[in-house]
């Protein structure tokens, strides 16, 4: 099954303590994003990645970092998090980017920062 | 700067009551408007692409059209359901995926 995979899916941490978001699609889709989604601020895009060693900023990319060491995964960074990153972190991934490809998204993954 | 604008916030319909969500864009370089559903705590799912303005494509009780500057998200005769919240998206050049805040929709038996 096509799918995009996201660990862990709910996590609490304390501020300072750094934590990794893993993502995983079986897709061989060479394009991967992480997006953050927060109430009334819609989904808003943190870092993508066009293909292996190939990463870009997105909209909001303070406090935050990746890496794309093999196609299949992207793991989001988070160093030393703070309250203001608790929110709903998705991964998602496509063929090739937005021309006109579709992205798919994983699950999504709870993170509180108290 | 490219945007994507959703209208309404939210929207509460009777069961059978047919109506259209609205999104609006504006981009340089579009590369395809995509619609997603959306349930509480779960994540965006696929539903349509569009390429080029007059497209439409239909999907059970939806309905997707597009115009060079909106589309349009028409739901036949709704059923409970339906309840969720629907997303639209543009690809924007080579790079950029582009989300509005989404319509929370919710039928009424």
């Known amino acids: 099954e096509a799918q995009v995979t996201q660990n862990p899916r709910y996590l609490i941490t304390v501020t300072g303590k750094k934590l990794t978001v893993t993502c995983s699609q079986n897709m061989n889709h060479e394009y991967m994003s992480w997006y953050r989604q927060d109430p009334g601020l819609g989904l808003r895009q943190i870092y993508y990645?066009?293909?292996?060693?190939?990463?870009d900023k997105g909209d909001v990319p303070e406090g935050y970092k990746v890496s794309r060491k093999e196609k299949r995964n992207f793991p989001l960074i988070l160093e030393s998090p703070s309250p203001n990153q608790t929110s709903l972190y998705f991964c998602?991934?496509?063929?090739?980017?937005?021309?006109?490809?579709?992205?798919?998204f994983g699950e999504g993954s709870w993170l509180t920062v108290v | 700067e490219d945007q994507v604008t959703q209208s309404p916030e939210a929207l509460r319909l009777q069961e059978g009551e047919s109506s259209s969500l609205n999104c609006s864009y504006t981009?340089?370089?579009?590369?395809?408007l995509f619609w997603y559903r959306q349930d509480p705590g779960k994540g965006p799912e696929f539903l349509f692409t569009?390429?080029?303005a007059g497209e439409e494509k239909e999907k059970e009780r939806l309905k997707a059209t597009l115009t060079k500057k909106e589309s349009f998200l028409h739901i036949t005769a709704p059923k409970p359901e339906d309840s969720a919240t629907y997303l639209c998206?543009?690809?924007?050049?080579?790079?950029?995926?582009?989300f509005g805040t989404g319509t929370r929709l919710k039928v009424l038996a």
């Open positions: 569009l390429y080029s």
């Open positions: 998602a991934s496509s063929l090739q980017g937005p021309s006109g490809n579709t992205i798919y």
């Open positions: 990645s066009m293909n292996v060693e190939v990463t």
């Open positions: 998206a543009v690809g924007s050049g080579t790079y950029k995926y582009i």
């Open positions: 981009v340089s370089g579009l590369r395809g």
